[in-house]
């Protein structure tokens, strides 16, 4: 069965870290992009960054030199560590993994950033 699964939300004061994972299970990460998303109440979805299957790295010009994305083939997983977390980029956190022919979704984790 294919599944995404993400973790690592929460609530964190600005200037704050978080990490979030996404663990995929029924296919195999290596042959994906795969990316982070977020959608803050009120707003359209937005794309945050990206990895591609050679481990370039993409990222919105909001959190670049901000959030660092890195996978692990071997577990399945892919990293979003985020660092000075500012109130702006609360939001659910959706991780997508994409082929030529095939896009999976996760559920989405909340990051709420708040004194």
């Known amino acids: 069965q294919v599944q995404l699964v993400e973790s690592g939300g929460g609530l964190v004061q600005p200037g704050g870290s978080l990490t979030l994972s996404c663990v995929v299970y029924g296919f195999t990460l290596d042959d994906y992009t795969v990316g982070w998303l977020r959608q803050a109440p009120g707003k359209q979805r937005e794309w945050v960054a990206h990895?591609?299957?050679?481990?370039?790295?993409n990222y919105a010009a909001s959190v670049k030199g901000r959030f660092t994305l890195s996978r692990d083939n071997a577990k399945n997983t892919v990293y979003l560590q985020m660092n000075s977390l500012k109130p702006e980029d609360t939001a659910v956190y959706y991780c997508?993994?994409?082929?030529?022919?095939?896009?999976?979704w996760g559920q989405g984790t909340q990051v709420t950033v708040s004194s």
């Open positions: 990895i591609s299957r050679g481990g370039s790295t």
């Open positions: 997508n993994a994409a082929s030529l022919s095939r896009n999976y």
